[in-house]
């Protein structure tokens, strides 16, 4: 069996185990209407979709990995949440017992921390590999939600110049892509559940990952690292592309921890979730969006390390009713040949149409050089790059559990965060639970 399937594999297993130990009993939870879910979140039924597309992308797996997380917090809340007599709200311990909110969500952001080592190695790191042809010796995916170990063994050597960059920058990538997909789930809602914030806060990985996880520059541990490889990697690598020198790109670096760590979508959900699960202990968080009559926002930053060096994201999600809209600009500093410029949409609950709902997106951007001919044709690599992605989501409803998922899409050429380089059409299918 040849190694690069074993991650195929594992989703596959997780896609057929983890629907049917998700379905416990639900008698802690009122039988609600799919479409008359209260907004005074005393409900613990949720969604847990889970999708094929021949790892592609880092979309699809995100999602995947999501429903899993959600239905290991689904499956603990089942077990320590009941219905207040008064109001029907459900609560995770009464307010005394503090402590043992903590040890429960604990166990429940150990699980999804070791889930997002799988995606940050398998459909991070490992998925740049693939892209460039590196050759992938073996995965180590370790169980345990107390310390399993998960990374990736493949041929560095085999990787040019840019595949590097992106390959050093893929684990973080995909925990970013795992984050915001958990975000943007929860933000359709009034409210949403307590362990929604568990993989959202995992965009503070690189942040933390370049502020304290990364050596002095010059140090005997950046000679010779033993944390902070990633960080290390790419700035080193970088720097043949770059007039910084290795301090200077740390450095902006840092500045970019920084604007990512300022994310007003973060604090304003940080200040939400201690105050609505800690301090009150309901099983549901507030929606932090700012609500002005009809219409609901709320501003977000964020920061990626990319082949044009420091990528820079601010936008915002707006919500009309039931339709969920996030518009973002993205731009980067840039190395010597050239820099990076993009807008994009994300449109969910676009549409309902009896049982369908559609959900669409598109990404526009502007590249100084075109990274997949660099060493292979100069003109190519220097004409630049101007292209496009576009998705639309479908979801049919079969009843009230189950719907069926697809989406087509097509992406140009040109670096887009959690997309390959490569231009080309995509398919995923896949399946919705709701229960």
């Known amino acids: 069996m040849k190694s690069k399937n074993i991650c195929q594999i594992l989703l596959f297993m997780l896609l057929l185990s983890q629907p049917i130990i998700g379905q416990v009993q639900d008698s802690i939870s009122i039988s609600n209407e799919k479409e008359n879910v209260s907004s005074e979140g005393n409900s613990l039924k949720d969604h847990y979709l889970f999708v094929y597309d021949g790892l592609y992308d880092m979309i699809g797996s995100g999602k995947d990995f999501l429903s899993i997380s959600h239905l290991f917090g689904r499956g603990l809340d089942e077990l320590t949440c009941h219905p207040n007599e008064n109001t029907g709200i459900y609560t995770c311990f009464e307010k005394k017992n503090f402590l043992e909110r903590i040890l429960i969500d604990g166990v429940n952001f150990i ?59 893929g684990g973080s990538e995909s925990n970013t892509v795992f984050s915001r997909e958990s975000f943007r789930q929860s933000l359709i809602n009034d409210n949403f559940y307590h362990y929604y914030f568990y993989s959202f806060v995992l965009k503070i990985d690189l942040p933390m990952y370049i502020l304290g996880g990364t050596p002095e520059v010059g140090s005997n541990d950046w000679i010779n690292p ?38 007003p ?62 518009v973002y600009c993205r731009w980067a500093s840039g190395n010597i040949d050239g820099e990076s410029f993009g807008v994009g949409v994300s449109i969910s609950n676009l549409t309902q149409f009896q049982n369908f709902r ?52 097509y992406k140009g050429e040109g670096y887009l965060m959690g997309r390959p380089v490569q231009s080309g059409f995509n398919g995923k299918i896949g399946v919705d639970f709701y229960f």
């Open 265 to 326: 979508s973060l604090l304003i959900s940080l200040y939400n979730y201690f105050r609505d699960y800690f301090v009150e202990g309901k099983a549901q968080v507030e929606n932090p969006m700012i609500k002005i009559n009809d219409f609901s926002f709320l501003p977000f930053t964020d920061f990626h390390l990319s082949p044009f060096g420091d990528e820079y994201y601010i936008g915002s999600y707006v919500k009309y009713h039931k339709i969920l809209y996030e």
């Open 111 to 169: 699980f999804t921390n070791w889930l997002s080592t799988a995606q940050h190695e398998c459909m991070g790191h490992g998925f740049r590999a693939r892209e460039f042809n590196a050759r992938i010796n073996q995965y180590y995916i370790e169980p345990g939600i107390f310390g399993g170990e998960a990374r990736v063994d493949f041929n560095r050597e085999d990787l040019p110049y840019y595949g590097l960059l992106l390959e050093e920058a």
């Open 226 to 263: 033993t944390q902070g490889r990633d960080v290390i990697r790419y700035i080193k690598a970088f720097k043949s592309k770059s007039n910084d020198d290795e301090q200077q790109i740390y450095k902006s670096a840092q500045k970019g921890a920084y604007w990512s760590l300022a994310d």
């Open 358 to 409: 559609c959900d669409a997106g598109f990404d526009l951007w502007k590249q100084g050089f075109n990274l997949l001919y660099y060493d292979k044709d100069d003109h190519k690599y220097r004409e630049g790059v101007i292209s496009e992605n576009v998705y639309v989501n479908i979801l049919y409803q079969l009843d009230k559990t189950f719907s069926l998922f697809g989406q087509v899409s």
